[in-house]
């Protein structure tokens, strides 16, 4: 079946500091393939996405490129704020047959002044 | 603004009641989800509706029920059958195009008095 394996948390950083999110995946089919913020005590922002091989998403400084050689969608930023603290899931959604999303387990980043 | 809403933000159950928590979107998805997020947590799910008077058993639906009459309104009872209740219910909605991911509510948080 369908995976999403995400790089293990909970990730400390400094204010500043440069991030990645690791994220691989298996899939059955041919993907899209998605980032997710949570804020504490909210719902889930689409935060990024791309649709094929090769695409870089990228919203609010953030950056993934769809690796399909690597099968990967790692999550990065430059320089992170303390406002970008947060639970971040990386996730697939076949692009044929109307399949449900696959989530990865979430990493919680928490940055420091 | 099209949207995804849930209601109660908040809300409190004595052990032995059923409580009915809300998702109401106006974007004319025909998908909705619902998941239950614990502390520290990823997503599970609980049910799943891809049409008007259908619905799918997800990975943990035991002790809960939903019915999707309206394509706008998929409303989950958490029964007195649900021995665990207290979490952080998440509703979301999607198209059936793979590339266009989900739309979330901003959650409902139940606890058991």
């Known amino acids: 079946g369908d995976s999403v394996t995400q790089m293990e948390g909970p990730v400390t950083l400094s204010e500043e500091a440069f991030l990645t999110i690791n994220c691989t995946y298996t899939?059955?089919?041919?993907?899209?393939l998605f980032w997710y913020v949570q804020y504490p005590g909210e719902g889930l922002q689409l935060l990024l996405k791309?649709?094929?091989?090769?695409d870089k998403g990228s919203n609010k400084g953030f950056e993934a490129t769809y690796r399909k050689e690597t099968t990967s969608f790692h999550l990065e930023k430059g320089s992170v704020q303390v406002s970008d603290s947060a639970v971040y899931f990386c996730?697939?959604?076949?692009?044929?047959?109307?399949?449900?999303?696959?989530f990865g387990t979430g990493t919680r980043l928490t940055i420091i002044p | 603004d099209g949207g995804i809403t849930q209601s109660p933000k908040y809300l409190f159950r004595k052990e032995g009641q059923n409580v009915t928590l809300s998702c109401e979107q106006n974007?004319?998805?025909?998908?909705m989800y619902w998941y239950r997020q614990d502390p520290g947590q990823g997503l599970r799910l609980i049910y799943y509706?891809?049409?008007?008077?259908?619905?799918q058993k997800g990975d943990i639906a035991e002790g809960y029920s939903v019915s999707r009459e309206k394509k706008e309104s998929f409303p989950l009872t958490v029964t007195s059958a649900q021995k665990n209740p207290t979490a952080f219910y998440l509703c979301?909605?999607?198209?059936?195009?793979?590339?266009?991911?989900?739309?979330f509510g901003s959650g409902t948080r139940l606890t058991v008095v």
């Open positions: 979301a909605s999607s198209t059936g195009q793979g590339a266009h991911g989900y739309t």
């Open positions: 899939a059955t089919g041919y993907p899209s």
């Open positions: 791309a649709t094929k091989a090769d």
């Open positions: 996730a697939l959604r076949l692009n044929f047959g109307n399949e449900k999303l696959t």
């Open positions: 974007l004319n998805h025909d998908a």
């Open positions: 509706s891809q049409i008007v008077n259908d619905f």
